[in-house]
């Protein structure tokens, strides 16, 4: 047991010896007073030990009706100032979808009117889906590499990168393209695991709390950059529906009543900027698409702060009316914006 | 005159312990403090404290216990401890008849060290985050079994209008290990404390500290060693007395024919000791072993990965990760459960939550209007709740929802045999009842129309009571049964989207 060191009271010492020696070993008390101070010592280590556990005991209590309830971060309104005669949305169609971003931000005023020197942006396109950019079910990386180097350019100090998934993200984030298009751009890209959640107030009508990736707590500025694609329970998806993506839990739920939710998670993340990816759009078996056949080449980009009229502007690609998509009509009822794009200060530009 | 002295608070305990027992039924038990010898127990405190780092405060009672054992010793395996009674009437059973050979018996060996392990294994379990201590706990034990073995068993058998006939699943496993540990005193008296107990351990540790010990006085001692003799903790009256090991039964001061040992405040230091002789290593060892077997508890079960749908909680349970910090396994629950639907888990609940509670509603189901279990619950793992709350009052209050009812369309009378029945209708508690008709035309095998009445479930209403699992006559798996889906602990568990949390 114990070969080294002083013998412990199971090692084989002869009896005699313990039962003799115990009171030969012990230290005689030279005084009375050595007697009172070891006296004291030993109550005074009993009592502190007695004080002590009593002390944690009732410091770990459980307090009735006072249950612990964190206050929980509410996301800012991340949309930037309308400089004194800007364009407030921009449409432009040619062959290089990276070009079409750059003339529609241009035509906005450029990146500068969004992001300026310093500050973080996080930047979400629709990576749903293990698909590739020609099936057109996530949004397309050049259009997203392209968004990524005009905030790099305009001095952001970090650009995120983000979508919670829909299938193993891993994949989705390989196979769309976007990771590596949106790395070698300069984003820094997050993927959605666990801990790249944080619990917050969503303050809507269905939804009162959700976990959202984190970047969207923490930035100063977002940029929303969808697809346009059918979807089969909302008729379309496009900005206002891609704040889905931000959302972790069992969001499967949110369906019961699409529409409104989409609303609720629109009116928690308001966008600096919305660019709307009509480069190739899915017009059948949306969200997930698969078939080539579904998808249709319309080279189109579209621009600007108002996802009511972006999403009305997108429902016509869709051949949709605008007033018959649920969101749309319940976006403009709250506030979120007009679905009369072409009321609004709107460019188009050709190829 | 102590040994009788000691006997008669014995007695005096475990009857205590016994009519709490008894009252822990729906028709005696009024305002009864039902578990209070557990806690008393500072195990159960400390384990649980450590877990959620929080103490229910029912548990500040264990203070008191702590400061009378930091005064006094370890005199709760003695003179208060239920099995500890149990253990010293039994230990005649392997009682050498020569007192020489019985000093041997009550010596001091080795062994005695394991249940300080076993402490360390707990505490690391429960640092992090699983309250196992319940498994080996002396009061936890002698609860569960007497409550779901010996109890059910008399009463199914003697007096079985006490709680009408019991059945606990698997309860032979609980009798095995409560009957095992008894027969450990075959081997020598007391071997469980001795050996395992992690509560004579915690016990023990604090007794280092106690100002009261035994103490012999060398000058009178002739050697005899009869004080040896009939020592309850093997603490070694004859040689160095071990301060963690002695129970203060007192029997050394009886045995000796001298008088020449005494219980007595602040002895000379010599006389006795405190060394528990583990090298640190044993000990921090056994504490990671215990911290490190819950992650890998959890990479087997998880707690919320791969809930099972017959993990039913008793209603005012915790979510299940704060569930898992407090539970016990005591078994409380269940014994006061009036339909006896509270059942130990199995692997319903994982590894972690064995032996837990959980509603088997075949067995039983939830009695709207009770709330028993919670009223009885030590640790608060299962929430005091108030009937106004259980019921709620929909829709602004909704109810505390244990689960979900499902119909199973091919075992279903209406559904499956188109055969009418309404029984799960006719019992469902809620108003309005969660369970409804709508009428539908069939065609029988012979081409005759009938309208029947067909039941669904209005997931607003339904609770997961059980009531309709229970009552439902299509026999062994029912038509309708209850899974923990849509649970109100946790917003993860609901199926519906009202409550705001996905």
């Not at chain 1, 996802?307 to 976006?331: H, R």
């Not at chain 2, 003695?78 to 253990?87: D, E, F, S």
């Not at chain 2, 219980?263 to 504490?287: E, M, N, Q």
């Not at chain 2, 459960?337 to 509270?342: D, Q």
Request: proline fraction near 6%; hydrophobic fraction near 40%; charged fraction near 20%.
């Amino acid at each position: 047991m114990s070969s080294n060191g002083p013998p412990g009271p199971y090692d084989r010492v002869p009896e005699a010896r313990v039962s003799k020696s115990s009171h030969a070993t012990a230290p005689a008390p030279s005084d009375a007073a050595g007697v009172d101070r070891r006296v004291a010592l030993r109550v005074g280590v009993t009592a502190a030990m007695a004080v002590g556990s009593v002390a944690l005991g009732f410091g770990l209590r459980e307090r009735s009706g006072s249950k612990k309830t964190r206050a929980l971060p509410t996301l800012k309104d991340h949309r930037a100032e309308k400089p004194a005669g800007a364009n407030d949305m921009a449409i432009v169609r040619g062959p290089d979808p990276a070009a079409n971003v750059r003339r529609a931000v241009e035509a906005l005023g450029g990146m500068g009117r969004f992001v300026k020197r310093g500050e973080r942006v996080v930047i979400k396109p629709n990576i749903g889906w293990n698909r590739t950019p020609e099936q057109a079910a996530n949004t397309n990386p050049d259009v997203v590499a392209e968004v990524v180097r005009l905030v790099v350019a305009a001095g952001a100090s970090k650009v995120w990168l983000t979508d919670a998934s829909v299938n193993t993200p891993e994949q989705c984030f390989a196979r769309s393209g976007i990771e590596k298009a949106a790395k070698a751009a300069g984003a820094t890209v997050i993927r959605p695991d666990a801990s790249a959640f944080r619990e917050v107030n969503v303050s809507g009508k269905l939804l009162h709390t959700g976990d959202v990736l984190f970047p969207f707590v923490e930035a100063d500025r977002v940029i929303n950059v969808p697809i346009v694609k059918q979807h089969g329970l909302s008729l379309a998806s496009m900005a206002l529906k891609n704040w889905y993506g931000v959302l972790g839990g069992q969001r499967v739920k949110l369906h019961q009543n699409i529409h409104l939710s989409i609303i609720d998670l629109a009116a928690m993340v308001r966008p600096t900027l919305t660019i709307l990816d009509a480069t190739r759009i899915l017009t059948a078996n949306g969200p997930t698409g698969g078939s080539l056949a579904d998808v249709k080449q319309m080279d189109t980009i579209a621009a600007g702060s108002d996802e009511v009229a972006l999403d009305a502007f997108g429902a016509t690609l869709l051949g949709l009316n605008p007033n018959d998509v649920g969101f749309i009509v319940e976006g403009m009822k709250a506030g979120l914006g007009t679905p009369q794009w072409h009321n609004l200060k709107t460019v188009e530009l050709g190829g | 005159m102590f040994r009788w002295l000691r006997r008669a608070y014995q007695i005096v305990f475990l009857g205590f312990f016994l009519f709490l027992l008894l009252v822990t039924t729906a028709g005696l038990i009024r305002g009864y403090d039902v578990q209070w010898l557990l806690e008393f127990d500072p195990l159960v405190a400390l384990t649980t404290a450590l877990a959620s780092h929080s103490l229910h405060h029912t548990l500040l009672w264990a203070l008191i216990l702590i400061v009378l054992t930091l005064v006094l010793g370890r005199f709760f395996c003695a003179w208060m401890c239920p099995m500890g009674v149990l253990h010293q009437a039994l230990g005649f059973l392997a009682r050498k008849r020569r007192p020489p050979d019985r000093v041997k018996q009550n010596a001091p060996r080795a062994s005695h060290r394991i249940k300080y392990l076993v402490l360390a294994v707990m505490l690391g379990l429960a640092a992090a985050g699983s309250v196992q201590i319940g498994l080996l706990d002396p009061i936890a034990s002698t609860w569960r079994g007497l409550a779901t073995s010996v109890m059910p068993t008399l009463g199914n058998v003697v007096f079985g209008k006490y709680q009408g006939e019991r059945h606990f699943q698997w309860g032979t496993l609980i009798t095995l290990v409560f009957f095992g540990a008894l027969a450990l005193n075959f081997v020598y008296p007391r071997f469980y404390c001795r050996v395992l107990c992690p509560l004579g351990a915690l016990l023990g540790l604090l007794s280092k500290f106690s100002l009261f010990r035994i103490s012999r006085n060398t000058e009178i001692c002739k050697g005899c060693k009869f004080c040896g003799s009939d020592c309850q903790g093997a603490a070694d009256p004859q040689g160095t007395v071990r301060a963690t090991e002695c129970m203060v039964c007192l029997n050394c001061i009886e045995g000796c024919p001298r008088g020449g040992l005494s219980y007595k405040f602040l002895p000379p230091l010599a006389s006795s000791t405190t060394k528990i002789d583990l090298v640190r290593r044993k000990w921090l060892g056994a504490g990671v072993a215990g911290a490190v077997a819950v992650p890998f508890m959890r990479a087997s079960d998880g707690v919320e990965p791969r809930p099972n749908p017959a993990r039913i909680r008793p209603p005012g349970s915790l979510e299940e990760s704060a569930f898992l910090e407090k539970c016990l396994k005591c078994g409380a629950c269940m014994k006061v459960c009036p339909t006896g639907g509270l059942q130990p888990a199995l692997q319903e609940a994982g590894i972690e939550g064995f032996w837990s509670p959980i509603l088997i509603p075949r067995i039983g189901y939830c009695e709207a209007n009770c709330t028993l279990c919670g009223q009885v619950c030590p640790t608060g793992a299962i929430e005091k709740l108030t009937i106004e709350k259980k019921v709620g009052e929909m829709p602004s209050r909704p109810p505390v929802r244990i689960g979900s009812a499902f119909f199973d369309k091919g075992r279903c009378l209406p559904w499956g045999y188109q055969t009418e029945c309404i029984v799960c209708e006719e019992v469902c508690p809620t108003s309005p009842k969660a369970i409804y008709f709508k009428m539908e035309t069939v065609i029988g095998r012979d081409g005759t129309q009938k309208t029947l009445k067909m039941p669904f479930v209005d997931l607003d209403y339904c609770t997961g009571c059980g009531t309709c699992e229970t009552r439902c006559p299509v026999v062994d798996r029912a038509g309708v049964r209850v899974s923990a889906a849509n649970e109100s602990r946790t917003p993860r568990s609901s199926i519906s989207l009202t409550g705001g949390k996905i």
